[in-house]
Each structure stands twice: as structure tokens, then as C-alpha cells.
């Protein structure tokens, strides 16, 4: 259960320093550790194999995410 907590407090502080920080290219970094700590707590928190699906689908799918919107700040295909 411990492993669980840890994730839930890394998360929660992804989120406030989410909410609170100024810069932009700083939240993102912020918003992928939200991201690991949300996979780690459906992956531990519900004990099933589709848990573990669950938790690889929201990885891939916020990892896309993440990496479009750094895509987008470094100024897209353009800059190619």
C-alpha cells in the first residue's frame, strides 16, 4: 500500500505545482510526472490484469499528449 501513497503524493504535487507555476515549458515537466504517478496509481491501486491495460493505454495516450504540446512550444514542423 505504500507504493500507492507515494504515487498519490507525487501526483498531487504534480498538480499543484501544475496549477501554480508561471512558466509554461515548466508545467509540462510538472504535467508528465502527473502523468507516471496517475499510470502508477491505476496500475497498484486496482489489483486486475485490465488495470494493467488501462494503465498502459492512459501511459501511450499521455505520452502523445505531452509530446505534441512540446512539439507545439518548440514551434511544430516548421522549425524542421
Do not use: H
Not at 515548466?26 to 502523468?35: A, F, P, T
Amino acid at each position: 500500500m505504500i507504493p500507492v501513497y507515494i504515487c498519490g503524493i507525487v501526483a498531487v504535487y504534480a498538480v499543484i505545482r501544475v496549477v501554480t507555476e508561471k512558466k509554461t515549458l515548466r508545467k509540462l515537466v510538472y504535467l508528465n510526472v502527473m502523468n507516471f504517478a496517475i499510470t502508477g496509481l491505476i496500475v497498484l491501486a486496482i489489483p486486475d490484469i485490465m488495470a494493467l491495460f488501462a494503465g498502459i493505454a492512459y501511459f501511450v495516450g499521455s505520452t502523445l499528449e505531452a509530446n505534441a504540446i512540446a512539439s507545439t512550444f518548440a514551434g511544430g514542423v516548421a522549425n524542421e
